[in-house]
């Protein structure tokens, strides 16, 4: 489980951007992990494209933003392209990676008990320790919230 104040779990996946994406490549700038169920669904595109649209104040505050799901790669190239995302959308498809930052396990879906993608974020700061961490997101207002939380890093 994710914990503020430990170092986040390290990882290698591979990006809309091409290749793959390592925490490690993003040494010294601040990270903004958000994990979403899945491309061209209703609240991941809303989630999708508030992220977009902060995407310059992030960058001006020195924070990077990853979107990750269990989507395929071309999965993530279309919804990117469709939506003219501006952030890399990385590719989990075994979940390990959602499963060490607690972002699967059991949500009510319709009513019914199922394993998934449990919306979360997760703020890593320069330093790979966990600053901040929203283990069930509702996404109206939360990208906002987001940005708040990296501004007051300061």
């Not at 170092?7 to 990270?31: I, M, N």
Request: glycine share 12%.
């Amino acid at each position: 489980m994710i914990e503020v104040g430990k170092r986040a779990p390290p990882f290698t996946l591979e990006s809309s951007d091409g290749g793959k994406v390592k925490l490690s490549d993003y040494a010294g700038k601040v990270v903004v992990l958000y994990f979403y169920p899945r491309d061209n669904t209703p609240g991941c595109t809303v989630e999708a494209n508030d992220f977009n649209t902060a995407v310059p104040a992030l960058e001006k505050l020195g924070a990077v933003v990853l979107g990750a799901s269990k989507d395929s790669i071309a999965s993530h190239c279309k919804f990117r392209d469709k939506f003219g995302l501006s952030f890399p959308l990385l590719s989990d498809p075994d979940g390990k990676v959602l499963e060490a930052y607690g972002a699967w396990g059991d949500k009510v879906m319709y009513g019914k008990k199922i394993k998934g993608i449990i919306r979360s974020t997760v703020v890593i700061g320069k330093d790979g320790k966990v600053v901040q961490h929203w283990p069930k997101v509702s996404v109206k207002g939360h990208v906002a919230e987001v940005i708040e939380a990296v501004k007051a890093l300061g």
